[in-house]
């Protein structure tokens, strides 16, 4: 499903095995720079894991973010608030099942001097203590079965009520409107939840780090990577394969393939395609939201955070190739790594400050040889 | 039929009295004696701290502070505060020379140049006599500027940069607060003490004026006591995951990683590096240590479980037992169920030593109210004996050395304090090297 139109095909194999062949030679010249100014090969290796996690997060949300414009059209400024909100069902989920009961000890005082209060969780009175320490501990991977109907719930309030009206409107209406939604949902957060980072921390099992080193043949403790960040990744990978799995082999998914390829056609077959293209919507959403409440452990949820995940997003999507999956995934997960290179202390020292431009640089670079991105393909936003 | 309007004259005339009109007031008017002078029966002070953006925490805070203050200063509120501890006893809850105290906010977003807007609407629009606020030392820079072109006198809130009162430093502006050089001198000793003098230091520093500075400070003392600095790293602000910039560390041959970042930056970095195993981890036969130049609650309660056992620094702390830092926190804690911030006790002491300037000064005129801080000793505000130094306008006075407490009594009990570093040991020539450049300048009446 490389890219939506061109499945299938002698020649877009070739084409395809081209692309992966110079991706290829690309990363190992990279890997053979970096080994030139003397980064160790534990280093690099570090990076590409770190690399990995973050372009997994980018290509959760570009997944997304591509999943929608390739269905309605519509290019939506309000994905990274998803993202964000995700985070936050983990985050109140974590909150409510500690929420706790109130009793006064007189034997303690509380900063005042006054006696002091002591909380004791309800999970833990209800379920036993054992029981109601687990539902605390598990909190973040248990608000997963939160997270599912209420990101699908936003995600239909949202297209149903909000970007349906938006449809006919050119793109430029389309980003005011869903920017604006941003805003709003990112300030009702920080209304409740404040401006501070919330820590959610993983289950006491994912704590720590796994040596990765002596895996790859390296010494102990060269290579340490935490586990809840390993996670993720398989997480992310795991998302991924089952949104293109359901695409590719149920029905439902070759319907909303066909209409991404010819809406009208499918229209006229007397198919509701913008029931489906709804429920796209929502499972765009879906996937947002669950890259957010797994993302909730590796980075303290604040109300911002979206936007910080939303522009990286949309460079993504851009380089991946507008309209393509598979790009999105791509791209996600190359500039992952290249941001994670760019800001080791060697590359630095060479280049100050690429740290902060590489991902632009990159697009620029990208878009000028090949401006319909990655895997763009013809036709999309050329009109 | 002739006419003397031509449409070249009209547009000219035009032209020039709009710039006349556009003009700030308060560069041009010169009604009063200085600006804003007060003449009804009120005085009006402007609060001017981040409402938005991702200090908003600490502005609120601050403005919880400053609304106290008002209490007080008005002698309207539940109790006087530190009223009663504060070694000055010209403030009788009376108002401020018998006007009664009103005040206007505005919010700096933690951005300077948002900053200065709405400081310069708080002056032009509403009148603020006095403008006082902030959590950030960009945005104190920005403003203490601003203040000092406009003739009204600036109270630095929460600003902890060397430029503050060092390059940057302005005659109408004052700062309450500590700085770098303070944090450096207070806590190397410790750090020597508690990890030896044998120490590889890495040094993840934010890209700003206060990363800078505090990252000279702190690299200074500690080399003064025998550490190697390995590396120095700039960090984007608001970086959000800095995985990228913590898996480096552990490849060095650093055992110690010095984390000069704040607010939502240091929670992340900081939980990055405990994620990555630092806190566990052996180099150079030593455990791994992790320092945090500059500490607030607010900041604890966002690292949670991570902050435990880690050496930092703090202006102030709730649990102190003196008087004054007991009156504070009452009155705080009656009214808001929580006991007050760091960044609320510097801004409510800001606003009491304003006012109390005011009164001994017998005028609200800049230049006396300058005059009268400059070289102000005074006691019972929660840092013990400080002075007001006259060359640089710093606040001098003992700094507290803290640790991320390992068994919290409650939810606000994050840190313990390890030493209360006397202020001999923090005080430094006002034309010390991290401090150079910059002069004071005469103060400016405005008007």
Not at chain 1, 264 to 285: H, P, Q, S, Y
Not at chain 2, 180 to 197: D, E, F, I, K, Q
Request: glycine share 12%; proline share 4%.
């Amino acid at each position: 499903m490389a890219s939506m139109a061109d499945m299938g095909g002698g020649a877009a194999i070739g084409r395809r095995l081209i692309n992966v062949g110079i991706g290829l030679a690309v990363f190992v010249g990279v890997w053979m720079l970096l080994r030139l100014i003397g980064v160790s090969s534990s280093g690099i290796v570090l990076q590409v894991l770190n690399g990995l996690e973050k372009g997994s997060a980018y290509a959760l949300i570009a997944l997304g973010l591509t999943l929608i414009f390739g269905t309605l059209g519509v290019v939506n400024f309000a994905h990274g608030a998803l993202f964000m909100l995700g985070a936050f069902v983990a985050v109140t989920f974590n909150g409510l099942v500690g929420l706790s009961y109130e009793e006064v000890d007189p034997t303690r005082t509380d900063f005042l001097g006054n006696p002091a209060v002591i909380q004791t969780p309800y999970v833990e009175a209800w379920f036993g203590e054992a029981a109601g320490q687990w539902m605390i501990d598990w909190s973040v991977p248990l608000s997963i079965l939160i997270a599912v109907p209420f990101m699908a719930l936003v995600g239909l309030v949202m297209e149903r009520g909000l970007i349906k009206y938006f449809y006919k409107r050119p793109h430029a209406d389309q980003i005011l409107v869903t920017f604006g939604l941003a805003i709003v949902l990112q300030e009702i957060v920080k209304a409740i939840y404040g401006a501070n980072p919330i820590p959610t921390p993983a289950p006491d099992a994912f704590q720590g780090s796994f040596d990765f080193g002596v895996w790859l043949g390296f010494d102990a403790n060269t290579i340490l990577y935490p586990y809840w960040r390993l996670v993720y990744f398989l997480f992310a990978a795991v998302i991924i394969a089952g949104v293109f799995a359901f695409l590719r082999y149920t029905t439902f998914g070759m319907v909303v393939r066909a209409g991404m390829a010819d809406r009208e056609t499918v229209g006229l077959l007397g198919i509701n395609i913008d029931r489906r293209f709804t429920i796209m919507f929502a499972i765009a959403a879906v996937v947002a939201g669950l890259a957010g409440v797994m993302y909730a452990p590796i980075l303290s949820p604040n109300y911002h955070m979206g936007m910080d995940f939303l522009v990286l997003s949309f460079v993504v999507v851009v380089v991946g190739g507008m309209g393509s999956l598979a790009g999105a995934v791509a791209a996600g997960l190359i500039l992952g790594i290249l941001q994670s290179f760019a800001s080791m202390t060697e590359v630095l020292e060479l280049v100050p400050g690429i740290n902060q431009i590489i991902i632009y640089l990159v697009a620029i670079i990208i878009l000028l040889t090949r401006p319909r991105g990655l895997m763009g393909r013809k036709g999309v936003m050329e009109e | 039929m002739t006419t003397n309007f031509t449409r070249r004259g009209v547009l000219k005339t035009g032209a020039i009295a709009g710039a006349g009109v556009a003009l700030p007031t308060i560069f041009t008017s010169r009604a009063n004696a200085y600006t804003n002078e007060p003449t009804g029966d009120t005085v009006t002070l402007g609060f001017n701290v981040p409402q938005t953006g991702p200090y908003a925490d600490e502005g609120a805070d601050e403005l919880r502070a400053y609304e106290l203050a008002v209490e007080h200063l008005n002698g309207t509120g539940a109790d006087n505060g530190m009223l009663e501890t504060f070694s000055s006893k010209s403030l009788t809850g009376q108002g401020i020379l018998g006007k009664r105290v009103e005040y206007v906010t505005g919010d700096t977003q933690t951005k300077s140049d948002a900053a200065r807007a709405s400081a310069r609407s708080m002056i032009e629009k509403d009148g603020a006599i006095m403008i006082t606020g902030g959590s950030s030392s960009g945005v104190a820079v920005a403003v203490q500027a601003l203040c000092q072109e406009a003739g009204v006198i600036f109270m630095a809130g929460l600003t902890h940069a060397n430029d503050t009162t060092g390059k940057d430093k302005r005659a109408n502006g004052f700062r309450h607060f500590f700085n770098s050089y303070m944090s450096g001198a207070a806590l190397a000793p410790v750090l020597a003490n508690a990890y030896g003098t044998d120490r590889n230091a890495y040094y993840l520093t934010a890209d700003y004026n206060w990363g800078y500075t505090t990252e000279e400070a702190i690299s200074s003392a500690t080399e003064a006591m025998g550490w190697t600095t390995v590396n120095k790293v700039k960090t984007p602000l608001g970086a959000g995951d800095f995985s990228s910039y913590i898996t480096p560390v552990l490849q060095s041959d650093a055992d110690t990683l010095v984390l000069v970042h704040y607010g939502g930056d240091m929670v992340n970095s900081l939980t990055n590096a405990v994620q990555f195993g630092l806190r566990e981890a052996q180099k150079n036969g030593k455990d791994f240590q992790i320092v945090v130049p500059l500490f607030s609650r607010l900041m604890a309660r966002g690292a949670g479980e991570n902050i435990k056992g880690i050496f930092g620094s703090t202006n102030w702390h709730w649990s102190l037992p003196d008087a004054g830092s007991q009156a504070f926190v009452r009155s705080f804690g009656t009214k808001y169920g929580f006991p007050p911030s760091q960044a609320a006790h510097t801004c409510y002491v800001q606003a009491l030593l304003y006012a109390d300037a005011v009164e001994r000064a017998g005028s609200f005129e800049p230049c006396a109210v300058v005059a009268a801080l400059e070289g102000f000793e005074f006691d019972g505000l929660g840092n013990g004996p400080t002075l007001y130094r006259a060359a640089d306008h710093q606040c001098f006075k003992d700094v507290l050395v803290v640790k991320g407490k390992e068994n919290p009594q409650s939810e606000f009990d994050l840190l313990e304090i390890v030493e209360i570093t006397p202020v001999e040991q923090v005080t430094y020539p006002p034309d010390h090297p991290q401090f150079a450049g910059g002069e004071l300048g005469a103060c400016n009446n405005g008007a």
